[in-house]
């Protein structure tokens, strides 16, 4: 079953220097209705303007992870971690039973965005991870690219519960298939250009939860960027 989302009808906020789209209940968008699918708590599409940023604040018993879309993100937090990432540099964290962090875009002039995905970790006060990974766009050019798996897995991060992300920037009319194993579900979302999933259209923005299905066929109408999370059926 496919299940898509526009973007049009995604909670959103704007703070004057944060611009976010929220695909689940979070922050002023309430919506009992829309709480999580499967493990997947957060996934927002923050826009961070020039000289803004998220003072420091705490996090508990998730799994974060930071996929930079555009600009630069500096990153601080209790545990001693300090660094910028850019484009195409994933940031991830396992807050455990607890960390501090803050997050700033302190660019003069460039605009910062971020896909923020929060994990429910598989059991509560795990040791504390933290990490960052550089991957090169040639290695999602026209490709599917793994790069979040759970510990028991072989991606270049890997975080504690059982979940897979997925990269891949499609040149125009390429396209690509992914079988789902049994009782596994997945959750699309097109970040830039134009795809189809199993001949239903996304635009950038957009979403798609994809439930009891054993394949989907992702063709790129456009250069197309996205990104899916593989995880067990809820």
Known sequence: ????????????????WLESRFHFSFAEYRNPNNIQFGVLRVLNDDIVHPQGGF????????EI??????GEITHKDSMGNSETLKRGEVQYLSAGDGIYHSEYNKSKDKD????????????????KLYGSYKFKEE?????????VSSKEENASIQIYQDVNFYVSRLKKHKNLEFNIKEKRQIYFVQIEGISTING??????????????????IKAITSSHFLF??????
């Open 1 to 16: 079953m496919l299940k898509r989302i526009k973007k049009e009808n995604m909670g959103t906020s704007n703070l004057g």
């Open 55 to 62: 003072d420091t604040h705490p996090h508990q018993n998730m």
């Open 65 to 70: 992870i930071s996929y930079i879309v555009d």
């Open 112 to 127: 910062l965005r971020l896909l923020q995905i929060w994990i429910l970790p598989p059991k509560n006060n795990l040791p």
């Open 139 to 147: 290695q999602s050019e026209n490709k599917l690219l793994n790069i």
């Open 200 to 217: 239903l259209e996304l635009k950038e923005s957009d979403a798609m939860e994809i439930t009891k299905e054993s394949k989907i066929d």
């Open 229 to 234: 999370i593989e995880m067990k059926e809820a």
